[in-house]
Each structure stands twice: as C-alpha cells, then as structure tokens.
C-alpha cells in the first residue's frame, strides 16, 4: 500500500511541474514503515514566471529572496564556524596538573627564609639572583615612587612570563639525558607503585613530573594577572627578548650544572615571596587596599579552589604559598 501511495505522490508532483503554478507550493513526500509515518523530503516548487521575477530582482540588486553571493560565508569556514559554536569550549585553568590547594593556615604561615650559601656554587647562584634582582628594579621603575596597581601588575607579569621558563627546561633537560643514557623511565606511576625498580627511576619521574607542574604553576600565575591587565606592546616584545636570552642561558647552565640552576631558582623563590609579601602589605595599609574587596578572576577561584567570595588579596595569598613551595622544592635538589 505504501508503495502505491508514494508512486501517486511522484504523479502528482509531475502534474504540478507540467501545469504550472502562480504561485510557490510545498510539498511532502511520506514514507509509512512498521505503522510509523516518516517525512522523507519537502520540496518547494516554482513556476518558470516566478523564476524570471527572481532573477530579474537579483540582477537589480535585489537579494531579499536569493543571496548575494559574494556576502556568503565560505562553506568550509561556516562548517568550523558551526563546529565551533555547538562545542562547549571548556574555561581556560580547566585541564591542569595536579597542584597543591592550600589552606587559610598555610596561606597566612608562609615566612621569609634564607638559605645560607655554602660552597662557590651556592655563592655563584645568590650572587646572580640579587644582581638580576637590582637591576629589573632600577630598569622597570618599581623602586622609584609609589608602587601603584600598574607597577605591580606589570611585575607580576614580567617575572611569572621568566619564572616559568626553568621547570620545563629542567624538565625536558631530564627526559633528554634519560633518552641518551638508555634508562627507562617506566611511563606510568600506577606501574611503578606494582614493581620493584630502581629509586633513581623513581626519583626521576618524580622529579620530571615536579617540575612540569611548576612550570605550570607559574603560567597560571601568569594568566591571573592577565585577566587584570593586557599588556602592551612594548612589554610582549620585552618578554619576548628575556625569555630568548633566559631560555638559551638557563638551558646551557643546566646542561653543565643542574645544582647551580636549581639553587638559582630557590634563591628567585626566595626573592619572590619576600615581593608578594611586600605586595600583602600595600594591600594591608599602602596603595593597594582596594584588592582586599576586589572579585578575584574566575580563573584564580577554579585553580585554587577559592571560596566564591575571594578577592584579590587571597589571590595574592595562595601565589604566595606556591612561590614558597617552589623554593623548598628547589632548595632540596639542589642537595
């Protein structure tokens, strides 16, 4: 039966085409399978008067029924465009490593620390920490009148773009050297948890996956600052000449002296947590005071795990405690 109707259907459609209409019909095909009733196509039918008037109004300019084409979107990228917008883009600081969430008592207990050099190496790291130190203050200005909300922003930017820079150096300087010496690395830590291995393999591993989640660390500080402020110009071009020259020297300073480059950083950790602490302070009593009531970046409460509620001044707090475990990290292989 539902053969003999859709053979009725194709009669009727050519009826139409052969008469010809004034006007513009529709019409359906159907299809009735296992007692469902399925729409297999529509189908809009113009006479050739109509056709004529169409194509006389878009050669007029009229384009109110038939497109312009040289406005249409190119199909390739109105397929991306279509992809793009159906997919639920993910926030930025969604897919992170593993990282530490700290508490209120370990936000407010960080301390200032010192670790006393001993031997030409130790002296050789904390000499170049406190040289580089003097001399981005004198170049960028901080010590030089008030430290407003701009100084500090683009301090923040500046160091956290250099301050990314040795975990993945080290980190990939590590994998190399496991590559030329042959050694395994045994991929998975739920595979090293179930075998007797080497604790150098373990130590390793560790340490690779360490200094990843620091590099990391320090680009989400990045990003932070960023969602208060764009940098200009001039200063991605200044990243951009201080990260070539720190990549190149910090990358052949690893290769000849690993416990140089880690001592170096601890003492950089050192330094940076005694300038967010400095930065707690104008927010406590200087020029800083309205980022105690200032919403914290969504990114910064996702990260961090903030409360809803966080402001600024707990942001400042939580990059302060990872700076302090960066510098006993790093204190630690330099051993």
Known sequence: MWTKGILQSEKILLA???IGLNSTTSFTRTLITNNTVQTLSRANLSTKKD???????????QFDKIPDPSKLEHFKNARESSLESNESKPPTGTHTLPHPIWTEEQLHNVKITFKEPEGKVDKMAYFTVRTFRKGFDIFSGFIFGQRTEKKWLNRICFLETVAGVPGMVAAMTRHMKSLRRLQRDYGW?????????????IFIIVLVV???EE???ERMHLLTAMELRQPSTFFRLSVIGAQGVFVTMFTGAYIVSPKFCHRFVGYLEEEAVKTYTK???????????HWKKQQAPELAVRYWKLADDATMKDVILAIRADEAHHRTVNHTLAQ
């Open 16 to 18: 139409v085409k052969s």
């Open 51 to 61: 056709v004529d008037q169409y194509l006389k109004e878009y050669k007029e300019g």
């Open 189 to 201: 830590i739920h595979t090293l948890l179930g075998k007797l291995i080497p604790l150098y393999c």
């Open 210 to 212: 360490q200094l990843e």
């Open 215 to 217: 590099a990391e660390n």
């Open 279 to 289: 930065c707690l302070e104008d927010i406590e009593c200087g020029s800083m005071q």
